[in-house]
C-alpha cells in the first residue's frame, strides 16, 4: 500500500475484554514503532522492532501489553483484559532502516481509538 | 518535567495572520520533527530537522541545537490549517529512529 495502514479504526471493548490492533508497514520498511497517545497528550512510546526482531520494549506500560512482528512486516499489538485506561489512540510509524548517524522520516498510520468501557 | 516542551499548548488567530509554536527539548538529539495532526487522523510529518532551517510552502521551521530550541511559523495562515502541531525529537539511544514527543499546540484559525 502506499502508507501505513492500522485497523481497526476505532474499537470499543469492555472491560476485561482482550482486543488485538493490527499495523501494516510501508512495504520494505524494516522499522516499525508503537505508540500510545492519550487525549490532549502527545504519543509516547511503547515499543520498536526492527525487522522481526522487538528490540525495545521499554514503553510497554504493562505486562497486559504485548506486540509481535513474526515475518517483519505486519505487527500485531495485543492488550489483555483491558481496562479503562487502556483508552488512547494506538499509532503505528514505520520508517526504513535506520542507520546509526543517519536521519530517516518517520511515516504514521491513521491510529486505532480504542475505547474500553 | 518534560523532555519536549511546547508552547503555546492552545492557539487562536484570524485567516492570514503570521503563527508562531515553540519548542524546547532537554535531551541530546539528532533531529527534531514537527508534525501535524487532524482531528481523528493520523500524523502527517512537516519537516525533520537537525540544524538550521527548512520551508515547504506557507511553512518555515528553524532550530537551534545550541539553545535546544525550535520553531515553526505559519505564514498568511488560513482555516484548514487548524489541527495540533507537534514537536518531536530524535534522542537516545541514537541507533533508532524512537521520538518523544511534545504534548502538542492546539491551533485555530478562524476565517
Known amino acids: 500500500g502506499a502508507g501505513v495502514s492500522q485497523s481497526p479504526r476505532y474499537k470499543v471493548a469492555k472491560r476485561g475484554q482482550d482486543v488485538a490492533l493490527r499495523c501494516d508497514p510501508i512495504s520494505g520498511h524494516v522499522s516499525l514503532f508503537w505508540y500510545q497517545q492519550a487525549l490532549g497528550q502527545g504519543p509516547e512510546f511503547l515499543t520498536y522492532?526492527?525487522?522481526?526482531?522487538?528490540?525495545?520494549k521499554s514503553g510497554l506500560p504493562s505486562d497486559r501489553f504485548f506486540a509481535e512482528r513474526p515475518e517483519g512486516s505486519v505487527s500485531t499489538l495485543k492488550i489483555q483484559r483491558t481496562q479503562q485506561e487502556d483508552s488512547a489512540v494506538y499509532l503505528c510509524?514505520?520508517?526504513?532502516?535506520?542507520?546509526?548517524?543517519?536521519?530517516?522520516?518517520?511515516?504514521f498510520g491513521q491510529g486505532t481509538r480504542l475505547t474500553v468501557v | 518535567k518534560n523532555e519536549v516542551e511546547q508552547s503555546p499548548q492552545n492557539l487562536t488567530a484570524q485567516e492570514g495572520e503570521f503563527i508562531t509554536i515553540n519548542c524546547s527539548y532537554s535531551?541530546?538529539?539528532?533531529?527534531l520533527h514537527w508534525l501535524q495532526q487532524h482531528p481523528g487522523g493520523g500524523i502527517v510529518s512537516l519537516f525533520m530537522?537537525?540544524?538550521g532551517k527548512k520551508k515547504h510552502g506557507r511553512l518555515i521551521a528553524t532550530i537551534n541545537i545550541q539553545e535546544k530550541h525550535s520553531s515553526l511559523h505559519i505564514t498568511a495562515s488560513h482555516p484548514r490549517d487548524s489541527a495540533v502541531y507537534i514537536c518531536a525529537v530524535r534522542g537516545p539511544p541514537y541507533n533508532t529512529d524512537k521520538l518523544i514527543f511534545g504534548t502538542g499546540t492546539r491551533l485555530q484559525v478562524f476565517p
Open positions: 530537522l537537525s540544524s
Open positions: 510509524a514505520s520508517s526504513p532502516r535506520p542507520i546509526r548517524g543517519e536521519n530517516t522520516e518517520a511515516f
Open positions: 522492532f526492527q525487522n522481526e526482531a522487538q528490540l525495545d
Open positions: 535531551v541530546g538529539i539528532s533531529a
